[in-house]
């Protein structure tokens, strides 16, 4: 089926849990859906060239680049936004992560971060560090580093299996303080 860019089509979606019916042009790209016509502006847009991961979001469970995607093409999909994470007031285990190990600084990436690692939990409860870094390859952050992002997304991990996650950054001040008594 070929539909005209300024051509007009009835989409109906579910964002984080609640379905959301529209009429949107169909050239209307799913960052601008989400950002624009529902307000949730937690997925950002930091680049025009499907390079930056901002707008990182889940689809149907797999982590993609809402910058890149139409609204038409997600007809029908659900859809996991940053804002969808937090549960009754409690964060969710990657953004306890996130706030535990330092993961982020500006935190502009941070939203694509946290959608592209649950998407990878998902699939992979334990990672590797390189499994970790690979996961989260399709998005950039100018300001950290990668090195606390890689250490929040293993506290995030460790919680969700259960287990109690050490912070490293509560570790190493503990081992500062202790090498200035
Ligand atoms: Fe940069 Fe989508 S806004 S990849
Ligand atoms: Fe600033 Fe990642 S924290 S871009």
């Known amino acids: 089926m070929t539909?005209?860019?300024l051509a007009t089509v009835n989409v109906t979606l579910e964002v984080n849990g609640h379905e959301h019916s529209a009429e949107v042009e169909a050239?209307?790209?799913?960052v601008h859906f989400l950002r624009e016509n529902l307000q949730m502006t937690g997925t950002h847009i930091g680049c025009d060239t499907s390079n930056c991961g901002a707008c990182t979001v889940l689809l149907d469970g797999q982590a993609i680049k809402s910058c890149t995607l139409l609204?038409?093409?997600a007809d029908g999909c659900q859809i996991e936004t940053v804002e969808g994470l937090e549960q009754n007031g409690q964060l969710h285990a990657l953004q306890e992560g996130f706030f535990q190990e330092h993961g982020l600084q500006c935190g502009f990436c941070t939203p694509g971060m946290l959608l592209s690692a649950k998407a990878l939990l998902a699939t992979s409860p334990n990672p590797t560090e390189e499994e970790i870094r690979r996961g989260i390859s399709g998005n950039l952050c100018r300001c950290t580093g990668y090195v606390n992002i890689v250490k929040a997304i293993e506290y995030g991990a460790a919680v969700l299996r259960g287990e109690t996650p050490v912070s490293t950054?509560?570790?190493s001040t503990m081992e500062l303080s202790q090498s200035h008594a």
């Open 27 to 30: 050239r209307l790209l799913l």
């Open 71 to 73: 609204t038409i093409q």
């Open 3 to 5: 539909v005209e860019p």
């Open 169 to 171: 950054h509560a570790q």
